[in-house]
């Protein structure tokens, strides 16, 4: 079994910087794409930013120049830092990941979600 673990998220004034984690565990055998999405209230899941196991990063116009998304792969761990957030950064936040358990046949794997809220 897969598990994608968020953890970092949290209450932060505008202006301010937030780090998200999220780690993979189980049994893994390679991880290709990893990625962040977020769903505002009222709103559907859109994509924050992406990483390839290579590095390759594709971000949302709204947050190039403000996150950055990063790996290590020898920890199947994915961040996003958040700088400069904005109230319309206010979401849950979630880690995707296309797992590969069992060579060559990979899915897509979701966290749970959590919740960033930038407020005064």
């Known amino acids: 079994q897969v598990q994608l673990v968020e953890s970092g998220g949290g209450l932060v004034q505008p202006g301010g910087s937030l780090r998200l984690s999220c780690a993979a565990s189980?049994?893994?055998?390679?991880?290709?794409?990893m990625g962040w999405y977020r769903q505002a209230p009222g709103k559907e899941r859109e994509l924050v930013a992406t990483?390839?196991?290579?590095?390759?990063?594709n971000y949302a116009d709204s947050v190039k120049g403000r996150f950055t998304i990063s790996r290590d792969n020898a920890k199947n761990t994915v961040y996003l830092q958040m700088n400069s957030l904005k109230p319309e950064d206010t979401a849950v936040y979630y880690c995707?990941?296309?797992?590969?358990?069992?060579?060559?046949?990979?899915?897509?794997?979701w966290g749970k979600g959590i919740l960033v809220t930038v407020s005064s």
């Open positions: 995707h990941a296309h797992i590969i358990r069992s060579w060559p046949n990979g899915r897509d794997y």
């Open positions: 189980g049994s893994i055998f390679s991880i290709n794409a």
């Open positions: 990483i390839t196991s290579g590095g390759s990063t």
